[in-house]
């Protein structure tokens, strides 16, 4: 009878740091720091990948010099004990360096997963902004939609939102029209 072997994520107990994170495996998985809590994800779905990558062409598309647009796997260090891997992030070249952008982005954007619904609208949503992240969108694939805020004063503001063949439109972080279905395909 053959032997299975698996790699296992030994971690401390109690809190968890951006330096315990090390460990962690290349096993598909998504592994994120809030607050000193390890949230595990699973892979995404075909569907949620297809609008990250549509809402990557179109971000890339638009960006001006001096801007990278990046996707997950990408460690985002917010704080010592949360790190975040935004589905898309958008931040200035020279803030990356060889393994995090150890700052908050420009813009973070999370496309939803059943899984990760409730980190992304709320956890993640609170943190970036506790964090200064100046842009924060949410795509929901299922219908499809985006809603846009921006950090006014401190505090979250929805600043757009459209569904379907609806326009989405925004000027900042840069000038942007699109419908949400265009993602797709």
Known sequence: MATVTFDVLRLPRGPLTAADLGSRPDDGRRYELVDGVLIV????????????????????????AGLVVIFAPFDVTLAENTVTQPDLLVA???????????TAPLLAAE???????GV????????????????????????????AWTLVGGAYREVA???????FTVTE?????????????
């Open 41 to 64: 994800s699973p892979a995404p779905s075909f569907r949620h990948q297809e609008m990250v990558a549509g809402l990557f062409r179109m971000l890339h598309a638009a960006s001006p």
């Open 92 to 102: 200035p070249r020279r803030e990356f360096t060889e393994t995090t952008l150890p």
């Open 111 to 117: 496309v939803l997963s059943p899984s990760t619904r």
């Open 120 to 147: 992304d609208v709320l956890l993640k949503k609170e943190r970036l902004e506790r964090a200064g992240c100046a842009h924060y969108w949410v795509v929901d694939p299922d219908e499809p939609s985006i809603i």
């Open 161 to 167: 939102r459209a569904a379907g063949i609806q326009r």
């Open 173 to 185: 972080p840069f000038a942007m029209d699109f419908a949400p279905a265009e993602l797709l395909g």
